[in-house]
């Protein structure tokens, strides 16, 4: 990865924005990639850096964003039809390619995943101890400015308007929102927000497992567990920030699958349109229809 990927990965990193990063680890000749290239993949399919030519970079775009889809990383291989003999590797994804020039080469796909951001409201002793465990269980602080979207927001403030922070924490999608209030209070509180029952269900009165705790630090353990609990057992997702994926299609002279973007090569028959790995595949097509 160049100067320029590296800073590309630590804004993405900074904005909680998913992507996968792609390695090759493998070449064989010819083949315009070198072991060590490598380059960021988003879920729209944009790369930046390199992994190798127009029809390498098709088959990677579209492996990147099934890791991305199953969080899993993934070892690609990319053959042309008659490659010679390649290092088998068990459990490796295999695509056989037919634009290819030649060589064959093997890619790293690495789902980097942002992690589930804590937002901590108020600055009682109980905020400052959720602050102070969050980070220690791998959840990172989201600023209270909203540069990034939150997982969950923790609202110990004990008092002000407390039900106006709570319907902009559910507007701005935290999947968790807890309020750090006695059962009382909170009861009161929640039926001044005016959500509906389906929003409602997001909102945790009081904050917190049930584990009997009294002092500040053993409050927002109970919070931060119930946080983590949520997220393992309960469906708690976690933004993934960035573009929306977008809509893929099959080429229809090679067959390989290609991840249609504003660079998608293109073609327009009648009221169709055809999507296409690379414009030598799109003009055999136009000749063959005469477009």
Request: aromatic content about 4%.
């Amino acid at each position: 990865m160049t100067d320029r990927g590296s800073s590309a990965e630590q804004r993405l990193r900074a904005t909680g924005t998913a992507y996968v990063r792609a390695t090759v680890v493998r070449a064989q000749p010819p083949t315009s990639a070198l072991p060590g290239d490598s380059a960021v993949v988003l879920a729209d399919g944009t790369i930046d850096g390199f992994v190798g030519g127009q029809c390498a970079s098709g088959s990677v775009r579209v492996a990147a964003l099934t890791a991305l889809r199953d969080r899993e990383p993934m070892l690609l291989r990319i053959l042309p039809d008659s490659s010679s003999p390649f290092p088998d590797v068990p459990g490796a994804h295999l695509v056989v390619n037919p634009c290819l020039s030649g060589g064959a080469i093997e890619v790293f796909l690495e789902p980097q995943l942002p992690a589930p951001a804590v937002r901590v409201v108020g600055g009682s002793p109980i905020a400052r101890a959720v602050r102070q465990i969050a980070p220690l269980v791998g959840l990172e602080l989201a600023d209270e400015d909203g540069g990034r979207a939150a997982t969950a927001v923790v609202i110990a403030t004990h008092g002000g308007d407390e039900a106006a922070t709570i319907r902009a924490a559910v507007v701005d999608g935290a999947g968790y929102v807890g309020l750090v209030a006695s059962q009382r209070r909170g009861a009161a509180v929640l039926a001044e927000t005016g959500l509906t029952e389906t929003e409602l269900t997001r909102v945790h009165s009081p904050a917190g497992l049930a584990i009997g705790a009294r002092s500040a630090p053993e409050i927002a353990l109970a919070i931060v567990g119930e946080i983590v609990r949520e997220l393992r057992t309960g469906g708690l997702d976690v933004p993934a920030g960035g573009p929306a994926p977008v809509r893929q299609a099959v080429d229809p002279v090679c067959g390989m699958t290609v991840v249609v973007g504003p660079d998608t090569p293109r073609l327009s028959v009648g009221d169709e349109e055809f999507f296409f790995c690379g414009p030598g595949c799109r003009d055999r097509y136009a000749a063959k229809v005469g477009a």
